[in-house]
């Protein structure tokens, strides 16, 4: 059977909807923000929510904002303040003064999964100085202890990324845990223009089959909340996209319309499997992203940096 290869918890919601099946104990909520942006909460609430969904108990909240790849400072400030606005939702950062641990998961070498490793690289990390020189030395509004590590792949290191985070995370003793990773979409209009942030963790590669230890609230021992944005599609994605519309014109051409009938009576995952089976081996496994990446992570991880550097602060920015 086709499986479809999502990180996006909303994708795996709208799977159900297509084939008309209702889910219990999965809650879809909808509103509209900002210019053009559109968040979704789906919150699975029960075990059985959970196996149905094939993704832990907790919220996801996705953030869909269609011109996020266009260079447009004000609407990538408004995505950065909203962005901040859902973590500050997620995790009461108000409270007290905080230890907080940035994580960029990801490959440096390869584009569309350098996208932690970039959000790092542009934090506003205090640790150190507010260990050197007191609470106060940077203003009131920087008194949460920002952190940040890049931990590469295992490939470069030999270790599961969760290891080498439970090493830092017991010496450093965080408050909170917030995992940046890149993600696989099903659909092609939410590459590069969503993001995605839950308080379940994060299993590292799971959308494109490379299945490593979770890190999460069990395997870290604090809570850990994971934000990323699709920056590949399967390639067998983009074919069943193109066999949909094929479909459809199909039913609209008189010589054609038994077959195209006949087709579009399929339910959704019949569909996903027979363009899976019209694939070649060589495709099957491929991923795609699009050709402007490197500045689309470019863009897109000062985007996300922004809004971390904002939630983190203790005053101002949040207007």
Do not use: W
């Not at 440096?108 to 932690?116: M, N």
């Not at 993600?183 to 379940?200: E, F, G, M, P």
């Not at 399967?234 to 193109?242: G, K, L, N, P, R």
Request: charged letters at 25%; hydrophobic letters at 40%.
């Amino acid at each position: 059977m086709y499986e479809i290869r999502t990180d996006l918890a909303l994708e795996a919601r709208e799977k159900f909807e297509e084939d008309n099946v209702e889910i219990k104990g999965v809650v879809l909520e909808e509103k509209r923000a900002g210019k053009d942006m559109l968040i979704s909460k789906v919150v699975i609430e029960t075990e059985n929510g959970a196996k149905s969904m094939g993704k832990p108990k907790g919220t996801y909240v996705t953030l869909e904002a269609p011109n996020m790849m266009e260079e447009d400072e004000e609407y990538h400030k408004e995505i950065s303040v909203e962005l901040a606005r859902i973590i500050r939702e997620l995790v009461p950062l108000e409270q007290k003064d905080m230890s907080l641990l940035v994580v960029g998961l990801g490959n440096r070498e390869v584009t569309p999964d350098a996208l932690g490793p970039n959000v790092v690289d542009q934090l506003f990390v205090t640790r150190h100085m507010i260990r050197e020189f007191g609470t106060y030395a940077l203003g009131e509004e920087h008194t949460n202890q920002i952190s940040g590590i890049v931990p590469g792949v295992m490939a470069q290191t030999g270790m599961e990324s969760l290891e080498i985070v439970q090493g830092v995370a017991k010496e450093t003793k965080p408050d909170c845990i917030f995992v940046i990773d890149a993600l696989a979409a099903r659909s092609v209009k939410r590459l590069n223009r969503t993001i995605q942030i839950t308080d379940a963790g994060i299993n590292p590669g799971s959308g494109v089959g490379n299945h490593r230890n979770g890190i999460n609230r069990e395997s870290i021992g604090v809570p850990v909340i994971a934000i990323g944005v699709p920056t590949v599609v399967d390639a067998a994605t983009i074919v069943s996209d193109t066999m949909s519309s094929l479909i459809g014109a199909m039913t609209q051409a008189e010589h054609l319309k038994r077959i195209g009938h006949s087709l579009n009576a399929l339910e959704e995952s019949e569909k996903h499997a027979l363009f899976r089976e019209l694939l070649s081996p060589s495709l099957n496994a491929m991923f795609v992203t699009p050709k402007d990446i490197d500045e689309s992570i470019r863009q897109i991880s000062l985007t996300l940096s922004e809004g971390l550097n904002l939630a983190f602060q203790k005053h101002g920015g949040m207007s």
